[in-house]
């Protein structure tokens, strides 16, 4: 079984630019997660995909969204980057009936 | 609204030391609670998940008790070890939840030196 892989690792922009974050799903996980984490925080629920559907969000504002293709693999989107959206950003898969998720390494997004 | 605390916010313990870490949150309406560890710029590996109707989880060195009714869960390592070295999160999924919302603590960074 493959983990879960994230790319790009590192990256850095400039605010008001736009972010693409790709995910790829641990083998035959169907749901996606993704969470962001600052800098001495603990991670904080985005949002959650489902057979390609969104189906959980947490509070972060419509400009970050998201895809889940049919091979699970999953994309993260933030328009108009702002500073504070420097962080962390986790994905993590799972069974749909499993309550463990497997988290990816992350991508470090700098906005400067 | 859930909130998830984590004291101390970090921790040194020398080789051969029990560990103990708490973690408290303020609604007891959890489905589970997880315990995860984190090294240095990674992703997150998850220890042990306790279901709201069981008060305590195992695995080899690792033990985690829950105690719902007063929003607290404990994670003890037994023995720690250089390699315990990381930094642990606690996380709780609430009963309205979707299943992969989960609410984190900000985690004890944990040292264990020789």
């Known amino acids: 079984e493959t983990g879960v892989t994230q790319s790009p690792t590192h990256l850095i922009k400039t605010r008001g630019q736009q972010v693409t974050l790709r995910c790829s799903s641990q083998s035959g996980h169907n749901t996606v997660s993704w969470y962001q984490q600052a800098l001495g925080q603990g991670p904080q629920f985005i949002f959650q995909?489902?057979?390609?559907?969104?189906?959980g969000r947490g509070n972060f504002p419509p400009r970050f969204s998201g895809l889940q293709f049919p091979n699970y693999s999953s994309e993260l989107n933030v328009n108009a980057l702002e500073l504070d959206d420097s962080a962390l950003y986790l994905c993590a898969s799972r069974r749909q009936i499993q309550e463990t998720q497997y988290f990816g390494p992350g991508t470090r997004l700098l906005v400067l | 609204k859930q909130e998830v605390t984590q004291i101390p916010a970090a921790l040194s313990v020398p080789e051969g030391e029990n560990l103990v870490l708490n973690c408290s949150f303020t609604?007891?309406?959890?489905?589970?609670l997880q315990w995860f560890r984190q090294d240095p710029g990674k992703g997150l590996t998850s220890l042990l998940l306790i279901q709201s109707s069981q008060r305590e989880q195992t695995s080899g060195r690792l033990n985690a008790s829950l105690d719902k009714s007063s929003g607290r869960s404990t994670l003890y390592i037994a023995a720690s070890q250089p390699g315990d070295s990381a930094t642990y999160l606690c996380?709780?999924?609430?009963?309205?939840?979707?299943?992969?919302?989960?609410?984190f603590g900000a985690g004890t960074q944990v040292v264990v030196t020789p």
């Open positions: 996380a709780v999924r609430g009963r309205t939840d979707s299943w992969g919302k989960l609410q």
């Open positions: 995909y489902y057979r390609e559907e969104e189906n």
């Open positions: 609604d007891s309406a959890i489905y589970n």
